[in-house]
């Protein structure tokens, strides 16, 4: 049972924006730690995206970008492609746990 | 080129053990922590252990605590996971990450698959 909840599926027209919330709590997200956010490609190893709740890693697209407010955090993806069909994690602490924490993972699908 | 190699998953007993190895290259493997993330077939992300640069501290999650043992051969760039009193709830392909840039799993390995059945 995962402690940073994400809507399951999200989905939209090529070229289009997208979003995908993590909703955590006040012992993570709440608490000032961190969110991170992963992609993970059709048979592949996850990868990291965002780091740092809005810094994207060298050759990441500025496509991607992250926010967090509050006990929440987002991932936007704009101008969406083809290639963005993946499982999208995001990932922080739990202080109450002593461990790092995924999301339940949200499937983005381009129509 | 930065790299984690896993080796060791295959197929374990209920009760039995496995070993899982991971070898690193293209960083200084000493100066970073490291951890064991799992995905079973079809399921999200699941943190499972991490080692400090050291190897002086372990974290284990819950799931795992008692029966599962990570470690760290800084000599050879390789980490470990010894997993003991299998069960089937531990099938999954077991990744080799490490932290790094902000403190997020920066770098993945390709993952070893581990089946836990009779």
């Known amino acids: 049972q995962s402690v940073l909840t994400q809507p399951p599926s999200v989905s939209g027209a090529p070229g289009q924006r997208v979003t995908i919330s993590c909703t955590g709590s006040?012992?993570?997200?709440?608490?000032?730690?961190?969110v991170h956010w992963y992609q993970q490609l059709p048979g592949t190893a996850p990868k990291l995206l965002i780091y740092?709740?809005?810094n994207r890693p060298s050759g990441v697209p500025d496509r991607f970008s992250g926010s967090k407010s509050g006990t929440s955090a987002s991932l936007a993806i704009t101008g969406l492609q083809a290639e963005d069909e993946a499982d999208y994690y995001c990932?922080?602490?739990?202080?109450?746990?002593?461990?790092?924490?995924f999301g339940t993972g949200t499937k983005v699908t381009v129509l | 080129e930065v790299q984690l190699v896993e080796s060791g998953g295959g197929l374990g007993q209920p009760g039995g053990s496995l070993r899982l190895s991971c070898a690193a290259s293209g960083f200084t493997f000493r100066n970073y922590v490291m951890s064991w993330v799992r995905q079973a077939p079809g399921k999200g992300l699941e943190w499972v252990s991490a080692?400090?640069?050291?190897?002086?501290?372990?974290y284990y999650a819950d799931s795992v605590k008692g029966r599962f043992t990570i470690s760290r051969d800084n000599s050879k760039n390789t980490l470990f996971l010894e997993m003991n009193s299998l069960r089937a709830e531990d099938t999954a392909v077991y990744y080799c990450?490490?932290?790094?840039?902000?403190?997020?799993?920066?770098?993945w390995g390709q993952g070893t698959m581990v089946t836990v059945s009779s």
């Open positions: 740092g709740n809005s």
């Open positions: 006040s012992s993570n997200i709440g608490a000032g730690y961190d």
């Open positions: 080692i400090t640069n050291s190897g002086g501290r372990t």
């Open positions: 990932q922080s602490y739990d202080s109450s746990l002593s461990e790092d924490v």
């Open positions: 990450v490490k932290k790094g840039v902000g403190d997020a799993f920066d770098v």
